[in-house]
C-alpha cells in the first residue's frame, strides 16, 4: 500500500501482476518496495532533521552524522552520490 501524502488515503497499487505472483520472493520482495516507498517522505524528513542538527553541533560524532544525511540526501535528490 502506498500513501498519497497529499491527499492522505490509502492507494493500493500493483505493478505486473504476472511477474509480482510468479514467486513468493518476488511477492516480498514488491510489498518491502512499497513500504519503503510510502516510508519516504518521513524517511527524507529524518534525514533533514539529523543533518541540521549536526551541521549545528560541534560534536564529532553528529558532524559525521550530517555527513553521512548530506550525502543520503544527495542521492535521494538525484545529486552528487
Not at 519516504?40 to 524517511?43: G, M
Not at 559525521?64 to 555527513?67: D, K, R, V
Not at 544525511?69 to 552520490?81: E, I, T
Given at each position: 500500500m502506498i500513501v498519497n501524502s497529499t491527499v492522505q488515503m490509502p492507494?493500493?497499487?500493483q505493478i505486473a501482476p504476472d511477474a509480482l505472483y510468479s514467486h513468493p520472493n518476488?511477492?516480498?520482495e514488491a510489498q518491502a518496495n512499497a513500504r519503503l516507498i510510502a516510508a519516504?517522505?518521513?524517511?527524507l524528513a529524518a534525514l533533514e532533521t539529523i543533518h541540521e542538527a549536526g551541521r549545528m553541533?560541534?560534536?564529532?560524532r553528529a558532524v559525521?552524522?550530517?555527513?553521512i544525511?548530506?550525502?543520503?540526501?544527495?542521492?535521494?535528490?538525484?545529486?552528487?552520490?
Open positions: 492507494i493500493l497499487v518476488q511477492v516480498a519516504a517522505p518521513a524517511l553541533s560541534d560534536q564529532p559525521y552524522c550530517a555527513l544525511a548530506q550525502d543520503a540526501l544527495d542521492a535521494a535528490k538525484g545529486g552528487a552520490q
